[in-house]
C-alpha cells in the first residue's frame, strides 16, 4: 500500500510540482493551499506524513500545529516544514510544536526532500 502525504503549500507551482514528482514515486498525495483545508485533509485522511508551510492563507502553519498538538488521533503524524523561512526563533517555535524536520524550499532539489521523507517513513 502507498503511503499517504498530504502537502499544505500555498505556491500553486511549488504544491503541484512536488506533488506530481511524489506520485510519480508512488505516493498517494493530497494538496491543500490553506491552513484550514489542510488541517481538514489531515484529520480526513489521516497521512503517513505531512509537507508543511508555515505562511498559509486562513489559517498559518503555527495555528495548525497547534491544533494538531491537542488532537491524539492525529498528533503523531511527522510533520516536513518546507519553507524559506530562517529565522531561527520562528524555526524554534515550529520544532516546539512537534515538526520532525525542516527543509528550505530554496536549497533542496525534488529528489532530496524525498529522500528525507523515506527517511522519516522508514
Known amino acids: 500500500m502507498n503511503k499517504k502525504i498530504v502537502i499544505i ?3 500553486k507551482m511549488i504544491r503541484e510540482m512536488i ?7 508512488n505516493f498517494e498525495v493530497k494538496v ?3 491552513g484550514v483545508d489542510g488541517l ?17 492563507p486562513e489559517k498559518d502553519g ?21 519553507s524559506n523561512l530562517t529565522d531561527s526563533s520562528a524555526l524554534d517555535k515550529a520544532m516546539g510544536l512537534g515538526i520532525t524536520y525542516h527543509m528550505l524550499k530554496s536549497n533542496h532539489e525534488l529528489s532530496e526532500i524525498t529522500d ?7
Open 40 to 56: 481538514r485533509l489531515i484529520k480526513e485522511i489521516k497521512p503517513d506524513l505531512i509537507i508543511l508551510d508555515l505562511i498559509l
Open 62 to 82: 503555527y495555528t495548525l500545529l497547534e491544533e494538531k498538538k491537542e488532537d491524539d488521533e492525529i498528533k503523531n503524524i511527522p510533520v516536513l516544514l518546507l
Open 116 to 122: 528525507k521523507i523515506n527517511s522519516i517513513l522508514n
Open 9 to 11: 503549500e500555498d505556491d
Open 32 to 34: 491543500s493551499n490553506n
Open 19 to 25: 506533488a506530481e514528482y511524489l506520485e510519480k514515486k
